[in-house]
């Protein structure tokens, strides 16, 4: 797993990662792991509808500060993660209410055909009225609380942006010194 560089009869012998990550965030880790020693070599191109994305990356075996390095990425690596999560949780709440909202309706829907089909038309009206709202309703129960969740996240999510760029920021000096 290593090769020669081109034009140089020094044999420098690299070390590869592959890393997955959801589609929105293969910008950061292209932007950011070159600070960590790393050079971005390709992404794999997912099937259209893919969540997740294939980066392939090489560095230099050799690096100086490279348990330092390491910690650096891994802490850079839990704060995407966090955010990759804080993503996710605007709309994880919002998602089971509307869901719950919906199967209520439909319940109640479920009550009214069956009223129906014991021939009893003002219960089958009295349980259509609810089951409509409960049909109705979760599209703006969603968007609230999604509006709200993400209201109550962004500010949290950009404290991490800061604190990843933070590590990158340290690991770029410490690759600084092991270049001199």
């Given amino acids: 797993m290593s090769e020669f560089a081109r034009g140089q009869k020094n044999f420098i012998g690299f070390e590869y990662k592959e890393v997955t990550a959801k589609r929105q965030m293969e910008s950061i880790y292209i932007d950011s792991y070159p600070s960590f020693g790393w050079e971005f070599e390709s992404s794999a191109v997912p099937l259209k509808g893919t969540l997740f994305v294939s980066m392939k990356f090489k560095r230099n075996r050799k690096l100086r500060n490279k348990s330092e390095l390491a910690r650096l990425q891994r802490q850079f690596d839990a704060g995407v993660n966090e955010i990759a999560s804080l993503e996710q949780s605007k709309v994880t709440k919002a998602s089971g209410m509307a869901y719950g909202v919906g199967i209520i309706g439909t319940a109640f829907m479920a ?70």
Avoid: Q
């Avoid at 009223?115 to 969603?142: E, H, K, M, Q, R």
């Avoid at 999604?146 to 962004?154: F, G, I, N, Q, Y």
């Fill in 111 to 180: 009550g009214s055909v069956f009223a129906v089909v014991a021939g009893n038309i003002p219960l089958c009206i009295i349980l259509a009225i609810p089951a409509f709202i409960g049909w109705i309703v979760p599209y703006w129960i969603y968007r609230n609380i999604v509006r709200k969740k993400t209201m109550e996240v962004t500010p949290i999510i950009e404290a991490k942006y800061d604190e990843i760029y933070e590590v990158c920021a340290n690991a770029t000096k410490l690759l600084d010194l092991s270049e001199d």
